[in-house]
């Protein structure tokens, strides 16, 4: 059977992005030039724990925007179902606490094992107190932060003690 010649019009492209250097390639028509100029790339969308990293770094834990964002991160982890609260955020819960009822009041401190019929401004501060005490290990810890390990030189007598001690354990 004769071998049917292939131009290199017809052969498949496999390269899968790596480019042959003996295939030359047309130079762009002047639309295409202007097609892939108006392309322009598009920014990296970063998502909602890196912008709250980055608040973090930046110190603006105390803005809104941070309240909101970690508000939105407490509803996707499911906060809202675990903390008898509602929330981990304190400035997240004095804003509940300013828009609830004294029945809303009642209720949470019967959800977290307070005596409900305490009169209003007394049952918010102690409601305040519980929510601070429940949360002490939580509170800006929704996320927790890398840690450096500790670097030992073995050079140094202290820390060369310590490799010799960790090397027998």
């Known amino acids: 059977m004769p071998k049917k010649k292939i131009s290199k019009k017809n052969k498949m492209d ?3 992005g790596v480019e042959d250097a003996s295939i030359k390639k047309e130079d762009p028509t002047k639309a295409e030039k202007q097609e892939a100029s108006a392309k322009a790339p598009e920014p990296v969308k970063k998502n909602l724990i890196h912008e709250i990293n980055e608040m973090k770094a930046n110190n603006e834990t105390k ?28 400035d997240v819960f004095e804003e509940k606490l300013k828009a609830m009822t004294e029945s809303d009041l009642q209720d949470i401190a019967y959800k977290v094992g307070m005596n409900p019929y305490v009169p209003g401004p007394q049952l918010k501060n102690m409601l305040r107190a519980e929510f601070k005490s429940y949360n002490r290990n939580n509170m800006r810890n929704a996320m927790p932060t890398k840690t450096e390990a500790i670097k030992l030189d073995p050079n140094n007598p202290d820390h060369a003690e310590t490799i010799k001690i960790l090397g027998e354990i």
């Open 14 to 16: 496999v390269s899968y």
């Open 63 to 90: 803005t809104p925007e941070f309240s909101k964002k970690m508000g939105d991160l407490e509803k996707i982890l499911g906060v809202d179902q675990i903390n008898p609260f509602g929330t981990n955020e304190l």
